[in-house]
């Protein structure tokens, strides 16, 4: 089976003339890449190469990083908007009840009658709440917070999210 790897990283620029790369963290409370991962760098167009991160270290908001075979600032330039992406299968695993983000885009969303309403294209984080932006057919999608009050359960394995209410989302 091929390896799932998960974007958790842009390349926002080179820092300073030696290659290095300043990170923007999708999570910027993740230390995953701090332990140097395989990762795979999807390129601005289109194309995707694999890479090895030799040294990581952390700034505010960002991650400093130097990749193999990146050694100045014109090599360190054209990765300039590159996706980080790192195996799904590195991550740390995850308490009863929780999930990560990647593995619930996709899931079908089901209404609390057992219909099918749509499936999630992201999750968004708001300082009040994280919600899942469902997509549905036919119509504008929707945000639905990640809340007991409006979902009753999400199983990420089966990709399924179960409603608890329909009431004030639709």
Do not use: W
């Not at 230390?31 to 990581?56: E, F, H, Y």
């Not at 999930?99 to 708001?126: I, K, N, W």
Request: glycine share 6%.
């Amino acid at each position: 089976m091929e390896r799932r790897y998960v974007p958790v990283a842009d390349v926002a620029r080179p820092h300073g003339v030696q290659g290095e790369l300043r990170l923007r963290l999708y999570n910027e409370a993740s230390d995953l890449l701090l332990t140097r991962p395989p990762i795979k760098l999807r390129l601005p167009d289109g194309s995707a190469r694999d890479a090895k991160i030799v040294a990581t270290r952390p700034v505010d908001k960002a991650l400093l990083v130097r990749i193999s075979g990146i050694d100045d600032r014109d090599a360190a330039e054209a990765l300039r908007g590159a996706t980080v992406c790192v195996p799904r299968d590195v991550f740390a695993p995850l308490s009863e009840g929780e999930f990560y983000a990647c593995d619930v885009e996709g899931a079908r969303v089901m209404t609390p009658d057992g219909d099918l309403l749509g499936h999630v294209r992201s999750l968004q984080s708001y300082p009040t709440c994280d919600v899942l932006v469902v997509e549905r057919q036919g119509a504008d999608s929707i945000e639905i917070p990640l809340t007991e009050s409006f979902v009753s359960s999400v199983d990420a394995e089966r990709q399924v999210v179960q409603l608890a209410t329909l009431e004030g989302l639709v």
